[in-house]
């Protein structure tokens, strides 16, 4: 009974690695141009960078772009210097949740250092940085299909599972920077809705 259980769970996650698999590898002719999108929607929001809303996020909206920028740039790195030939296969339901909800829950994963940005990021900083992780996008088709990175929860995503992971987890920020703003007396979004009579959820 408890086999027969745990079968009926399992199968669900199951089937939402082979799909998700296979819609990647079908659809993907030009993996990074969602994410190039999410590039530009992020450099839009350099302007509210030194927004802060502690009862949001314990750090300012400069961290979140800066640390979803580096995140870009580390993954590229991993992908470039990973060896194809090594790279196998790896069923992950906590990948496949994620990946088919297309959402990250908020607190909950530590980021490992390596994508931890300074505690102060500049304009110039996150222009910089920007600009070098549209670079690795505009280039991402030049790595090899099976090159991978591997993530400490998700486990080994090769090239194009890679770029689905940063699709998810900017979007994750760009949220987080949303609500950021919403609540923050200095950004220009606050003080359009200040001037309309607007609340912040408008």
Known sequence: MLKFTAALIAAPLLFAVAAHATATDSNRSQPATASLALLDRMEA????????????????????????IKVIEEIHKELDASDPKAYRANLNPLRALAFARGKLPRGKAKSPS?????????????ERQAATARTALLAWTQLPERSFFVHPVFGRLKRDHAERFIEIHTEH???IIADIVAVCPSSPDSERRDAEGLSPLD
């Not at 929001?45 to 979803?68: G, I, M, N």
């Not at 390596?114 to 996150?126: F, G, I, M, S, Y």
């Open 114 to 126: 390596v994508v931890l940005p300074p505690d102060v990021n500049t304009l110039e900083d996150l």
């Open 45 to 68: 929001r350099f302007q509210d960078r030194q927004c802060l809303a502690p009862e949001v996020s314990k750090v300012d909206v400069a961290w979140h772009l800066a640390h979803s």
């Open 173 to 175: 920020h760009l949220a």
